[in-house]
């Protein structure tokens, strides 16, 4: 990383903006039976989901994998769908193929909008487009025709723009997972670990029956957390490049020699000057504090986000 990257994230963790335009599935659903029919697809309860409200939630498979995880804003009676664009083909495929099945529409819009997320400073007061607020980092979905103006008003205003390669150490200190990197079909959704994204309470769902079952019958076997390790501060720490990283294997252990997960994705932290990672950490280890090792490092179990 240059010089410029390392001042880009200084900007950022001291309160500017940084922004970073990417592919983003978007999709809208409305009807009279938008409600019925989302609910019988996602994860949470769209009964719940208020006008001018937004969720978490997750499209499973009948075996209670993940297929993507989405955010549903309501505009009205128009629910908004915005997902990764790795996953963005999943979720076009599970709306789709119910189009004719009942009274609702479903329209996919990610090709007239172009999306920007930002960290750092508060941009909640936006007005502009759609937005998508999480603790760490706002989305925005802006129209094709405004995306420009937009983004260059941002700039004007002080916000600096942020390349891939620093966007993955923001994502991973903010404890972001990637579909794909650190998450796959192969997941099961409770692995997630995502507060609020499943409700326990609602009807019946695709995949419901298993995910409900490890719930109330006992707990995962795993799940995605955060670690950071035990590293020197000082003039070496400080000046690593943004990015770098030690080379890590990916699996973990205990002390006394037992598998304890693996590592999905790993950053050094300027802020922290320490290296941290999202990792699968086994149930038995998932207390926070808990110390764990990749060969002769040594970690410990820290849920994000790390800032």
Known sequence: MTDTDLKTYNHIRSGGTGIIEM?????????????????????????????????LAAFPNAQGRLLAVVRIARQGDRFLIETEEATR??????????TYAGDFFVEDLSASYRYSEMFGKET??????LFYSSSVSTGCFISNDKADYF?????????????????????IESGIPKYGVDINENTIVPELGLDGMISYTKGCYIGQEIIARIHFRGHVAKQLTGLIF??????????????????LENELMTAD??????ITSVAHSPQLQRTVA??????DFLAAGTELFVNDKVCQVYPPPFL
Request: no cysteine; proline share 4%; charged share 25%.
């Open 23 to 55: 592919q983003r599935g978007l999709f809208a659903v409305s009807g009279k039976e938008a409600v019925q029919f989302l609910d019988g697809m996602v994860t949470n309860d769209m009964k719940t989901l208020g006008d001018g409200q937004q969720m």
């Open 89 to 98: 083909e999943k979720v076009f495929n599970n709306l789709f193929r119910f």
């Open 124 to 129: 909640s007061t936006l007005t502009t487009g």
């Open 151 to 171: 983004r260059d008003s941002l700039t004007a205003s002080g916000a600096v723009k942020v390349p891939e390669d620093l966007y993955e150490v923001l994502r």
């Open 230 to 247: 035990d590293e020197p501060s000082g003039q070496q720490a400080e000046t690593r490049p943004v990015g770098s990283v030690p080379q």
């Open 257 to 262: 020699g037992k598998n304890a997960g693996r």
């Open 278 to 283: 999202l990792a699968f950490v086994r149930y």
